[in-house]
């Protein structure tokens, strides 16, 4: 017949040093922890001008690499001299790109694929309306007054738009579903 299995035995060895005393500070006070470190500052971003110069600059790194290549070549004389126009014509560009202004803003235009990127922004305190394609989603939360009656408070990131009704509720929406309210 089989013996029943006993159960193994577990030591539990516990450390005889003794534990360090609290940190105390001038008062005798159990001391506060550190303050958290503040996040490191952002690397402000290029303007406009200045990214569009250093795009063109890499291009005329590339092409004067091709170029390079391409000299090598000694039975296209006319590859060769179609490479130098490219090359003037960058030139040309890069010394355009640093006449901009300062604080040149390209203006994007409206946006053909529909969803972000390069439709108009809807300045700050104008009055607006949600758009009838949307209404029914709003139904439950604004009323048909109220819908027809949104002033922007404040522009966000990602499309989104703070408005405050009638009332003075406020309410996020994305840009998408309003429409400017053109006044006579």
């Known amino acids: 017949m089989p013996t029943p299995k006993t159960p193994k035995k577990t030591t539990v060895v516990t450390s005889t040093a ?3 005393a609290p940190v105390r500070d001038e008062r005798g006070e159990p001391a506060t922890p550190a ?11 290029l303007e ?3 990214v569009l110069f250093v795009q063109v600059g ?3 790194k590339r092409a004067m690499h091709l170029l390079k290549r391409v000299r090598r070549w000694h039975n296209a004389e ?3 001299t179609r490479f130098n126009a490219v090359e003037e014509a960058i030139i040309k560009l890069q010394c355009e790109i640093e006449d901009l202004p ?3 803003v390209p203006d994007l235009g409206p946006s053909r694929a529909g969803g972000g990127g390069g439709g108009k922004a809807l300045p700050v305190g104008v009055s607006c309306v949600v758009r009838d394609k949307v209404r029914p989603s709003y139904e439950g939360i604004l009323t048909t007054a109220e819908m027809n009656n949104l002033i922007v408070v404040e522009v ?15 309410i996020v ?5 309003l429409s400017q309210v053109v006044s006579l």
């Open 173 to 177: 929406m994305p840009r998408g579903h």
């Open 156 to 170: 966000r990131a990602k499309g989104r738009v703070l408005c405050k009704t009638g009332d003075g509720e406020k």
């Open 18 to 20: 003794p534990r360090p």
């Open 48 to 50: 406009a001008g200045a």
């Open 102 to 104: 300062a604080g040149f």
């Open 35 to 45: 303050a958290p470190k503040a996040a490191k500052p952002r690397k402000p971003k």
């Open 58 to 60: 890499r291009m005329h």
């Open 78 to 80: 006319e590859v060769v």
